[in-house]
């Protein structure tokens, strides 16, 4: 866990260092971008946008005559809406607004010297441009917004594009609603000769097979069809006559007696029935009272008389009801018969009717229905045609401008604040964008470990930028501990074989290695060692500058015989320091540097000396630097920090590895120390450590 987070740790300080190496970058576009988003930022014209918003609703009348429900018609429905909003940025809305605001000479008295109306096309492309219709989410609301340099203008417009859109709406859907009644009385024309074919149809059809009819039209009726009818009624009607008198006998005979007489009076409602037993019930009434009395026996004449007419009405009164039964009898069987004889008839009709439905009356029903649908589809289309006309004339209100647009106080663009921060952040991320970028395409070695991993050498010292010779810089200066540090490197790893003959290399020009090899050898001599610096960079030597010595004499004259060692060995006014320039290299000499004889001068230089370092060209392109490679002691590679590609460095690498060469490892020189934290902590120790110790100094004689 403690490795992940010190990888991130490294990851993200990887990330800062690449910030902090390109901050100039980083800055000059984020300054470039800042001063032109803001110039022009105040360079854009001011624009003022103004609103105007509407209710858009799908097509329903404000009051429904024939009480139709509108809820489902005024539901949500945002694909009719996002069409809505495409029609009221359609060409055909922008045209008519256009020329009822006369847009194109007041745009074409702004845009064109001449004053000159502009085209159409053109007008209608500024106030495309310039229109944005956006719905409100989940309602029915739109937002209609213009925005345009002139306040009022973006006001009118807005106004215009919503009451042109809502007058379309309205003439769209008259358009639409007559276009249907045209239709339909097209179709009614049609349907009408239709039901006239089919009369015409079912009249022949009815002549030929002789159909007899009651009345004309829809409410005709078949003369048979009629009859049966009428027959049906009278058997109905004579059946329940029959059951009636069947009733009244049954119930009359099984009576018999004053039971009888009693029931009688009230069945049958017969005068003569009801005056005969009243006068039955008045004389017996009468006898009683006589007989009760005792005034009168038994043999009275008036008791005698009384008795008679009692006799002589219930002789009379069983008589009528005797008659009263047969006359009942007789009721019921004429009741019975008439029943039979109708239901006969009735059944004999019906039969012949069926017979006849198949022949005749089939063709005559099929066109009969066919007139009835006919006569049911024109109904329809006339009702229809009548409805819709009624709705064209009721008021509708599908686009209702809830708000309308104000001429805006403020403008709405540019928005100077914004846009200039906005210009800070792209300005930032565009800057460090291109850092990384400008960092992506840098092959070249930046750290300490991308030596060691990539080219798999030590780094024996880190050298500050800039760097000069000692003798320039002096002795007590950071750069002169760093190359303290370097000779300290360098002592360590020639101890252990003895070696002293070095010679500093690097790959390509330009790299700090004579630099380098000069303060290496001034620090050397300065602990007291014997030092001799051989330039053998015959073509571009500049160690003899460094010390202030003439060039004319030097390691080309040896390596031509024309000279001696003694001869060409030079002191450089640094103690313990001596120097062989490089010499005056003439056109013929190319090609002197020659190995065995380089050996040979070498080994008699060895001993007496404590280190031999020697200046060399770059071996990338130059043979000199391979030959020096392989007959000195060891090598130093010199890599300048962002200087050449990685492989520019691991090339110099194995051609010193292929001359036979013996690389002691690399020295990192040109080290920006401001911008790298280890390099840089390392400066400010040792500046820190210097300065403390020239100010003790300074103190300790101030005191003295």
């Keep these: 866990m403690a490795e992940e987070n010190q990888s991130s740790a490294l990851h993200f300080l990887d990330y800062w260092r690449v910030i902090r190496d390109r901050k100039e970058v980083i800055l000059a576009v984020a300054l470039l971008t800042i001063v032109t988003g803001t110039a022009y930022t105040l360079m854009m014209p001011k624009k003022y946008t103004a609103t105007t ?51 194109q000479r007041a745009w074409g008295a702004e845009l064109n010297e001449d004053k000159s109306p502009l085209p159409l096309d053109l007008a209608v492309q500024i106030l495309s441009r310039s229109l944005r219709v956006e719905q409100d989410r989940d309602t029915t609301l739109t937002q209609i917004r213009v925005t345009t340099e002139d306040p009022k203008r ?20 008259r358009r639409e609603i007559q276009r249907a009644i045209d239709a339909m009385s097209n179709e009614v024309r049609k349907q009408q000769e239709r039901v006239e074919e089919a009369e015409a149809e079912l009249e022949r059809i009815r002549q030929e097979q002789g159909i007899s009819l009651i009345g004309r039209g829809p409410m005709s009726i078949r003369v048979e069809t009629q009859r049966i009818q009428m027959l ?24 018999e007696g004053e039971t009888l007489m ?48 009692v006799e002589e009405l219930r002789r009379q009164l069983d008589s009528a009801l005797d008659g009263l039964k047969a006359g009942l009898r007789a009721d019921y069987e004429v009741a019975r018969q008439k ?10 009709i019906k039969t012949a009717e069926i017979e006849s439905e198949g022949t005749n009356y089939l063709p005559f029903n099929r066109a009969e229905r066919n007139v009835s649908i006919q006569r049911d589809i024109l109904t329809a289309l006339r009702a229809r045609i009548t409805q819709t006309g009624i709705e064209v004339e009721v008021p509708r209100t599908s686009v209702d401008i809830v708000e309308e647009a104000e001429p805006p106080q403020r403008a709405s663009s540019p928005l100077v604040v914004l846009n200039i921060f906005l210009s800070v ?45 000692l003798t320039e810089a002096g002795q007590s200066s950071g750069q002169g501990e760093a190359y303290r540090g370097l000779r300290t490197s360098l002592a360590l790893l020639a101890k252990e074989d003895k070696l002293n003959i070095f010679s ?15 303060n290496l050898a001034y620090v050397c001599a300065e602990q007291g060692s014997r030092v001799l610096v051989i330039d053998s960079d015959l073509r571009r030597p500049v160690q003899h500058k460094m010390v202030g010595l003439a060039n004319k004499l030097g390691l080309v004259n040896v390596l031509t015989g ?57 071996i990338l392109g130059v043979t000199d630097a391979a030959i020096i490679s392989g007959e000195v002691d060891g090598v130093l590679l010199v890599v300048q920090y962002r200087k050449y590609p990685k492989i520019i460095s691991l090339r110099a690498k194995r051609m010193i590895e292929n001359a036979g060469g013996r690389l002691m490892g690399a020295v990192l020189n040109n080290i920006n120390i401001m911008r790298d934290d280890y390099y840089y902590y390392y400066h400010y120790t040792t500046k820190k450590y210097y300065g403390s110790t020239r100010h003790e100094k300074e103190d300790d004689e101030s005191e003295a």
């Design 53 to 103: 918003q509407l209710e858009v609703r799908e097509d329903s009348l404000d009051v429904d005559p024939f009480y139709e429900q509108q809820s489902a018609r005024m539901g949500y429905n945002p694909f009719f809406l996002m069409t809505q909003e495409k029609i009221m940025r359609s060409r055909p809305v922008l045209r008519e607004v256009i020329h009822n605001l006369a847009l």
């Design 562 to 618: 024309e000279k001696q060692l003694s001869e060409v060995i030079q002191e450089t006014g640094v103690p313990n320091l001596w120097m062989i320039p490089s010499g005056r290299l003439r056109r013929g000499s190319l090609g002197i540097m020659n190995g065995p004889r380089l050996r040979t001068i070498l080994d008699e230089l060895k001993p007496n000396y404590d280190y031999i370092l020697m200046d060399s060209p770059p």
């Design 425 to 469: 952040v792209l300005g930032l991320m565009a800057g460090v964008g291109l850092a990384f970028f400008v960092e992506y395409l840098d092959v070249s070695i930046k750290t300490v470990d991308e030596v060691e991993k990539y080219l798999g050498l030590s780094v024996l010292a880190v050298i500050p930028q800039q760097s000069r010779p």
């Design 504 to 518: 500093i290399i690097s790959g390509g020009v330009g790299e700090g290695k004579s630099t380098t090899l000069f």
């Design 154 to 173: 973006s006001a009118e417009i807005a106004n215009e594009v919503a009451n042109v859109y809502r007058e379309r709406r309205l003439k769209a859907k």
């Design 232 to 255: 049906e009624a009278e058997r109905s009607t004579a059946r329940v006559e029959m059951l009636v008198r069947k009733t009244r006998l049954d119930q009359l005979e099984g009576l």
């Design 339 to 348: 029943y039979e004889a109708l239901d006969e008839e009735l059944n004999a």
């Design 262 to 309: 009693d029931a009688a009076a009230y069945i049958v409602s017969d005068p003569t029935l009801l005056s005969i037993r009243q006068q039955l019930i008045d004389s017996h009434v009468g006898l009683q009272l006589i007989l009760n009395n005792g005034v009168f026996g038994e043999n009275h004449p008036d008791v005698l008389r009384l008795k008679g007419a």
